[in-house]
């Protein structure tokens, strides 16, 4: 059904006054683009992966997909996604995701999944990044996220510590939540929005696995820059 005139005309003053931008640019986007999507010179010039480096093995899970590098406009994008308030940025990155895992997953996991936040950095950002990124991800398969972790204690950011310390900081933090469905036999998907060195996401999986998951495969937004693989 069309929406009613009153509702098109306040959608319209809703744009003029709060137009569009870019998620990754933050540009006003041109006439006719997708709101809350990517102007035409960001989609030309974002830092993707390619076929060699969409993709990498870690601790504890079999494949890690990114479809892109966490450099340029896209690190800007995601740092403000995590530290700004730019929660709908996650509409903007949902067909990244999805274009990504239909072009390298193969078959639909069982379970869809994200690496948790702490309640009170939850609480003080008001979203959990993560969980956003994760039902972009799952809507490929109509599927809703169910959430199966949680983490037990805050940690020291990752991103201000060398890769043993990353290591260290996250040992032990993440468990089962309460009442958590059977996951014997089943394929799970765990979401976040980086992979640096998989330290977060080992953590992760190790618990998943440990609960009789039999494969934990992951996504990310980004992955390590380039000169960093």
Known sequence: MAPSPPLRLAAGLLELLYPPRCAFCAQVLPPGSP????CPDCGAALPRTGASSVSQIGDRFSLCLSPLFYQGLAAQSIRRYKF?????YHQAYGPLLRSCLSHHLGEPPDLVTWAPLHRWRRYRRGYDQAQLLAREAGSL????????????????PQSSLSAE????NVRGVYRLVPQCPSLDGKRILLVDDVITTGSTLSACAAVL????AEDVVCLTLARAGAEDC
């Open 165 to 168: 310390q990353r290591r260290q």
């Open 209 to 212: 696995t440990s609960a009789g």
């Open 84 to 88: 700004s308030g730019k929660a709908c």
């Open 141 to 156: 398969w109509a599927q809703e996220p169910v959430r199966l972790l949680e983490k037990i204690r805050s940690t020291r």
């Open 35 to 38: 709101a809350l999507g990517i």
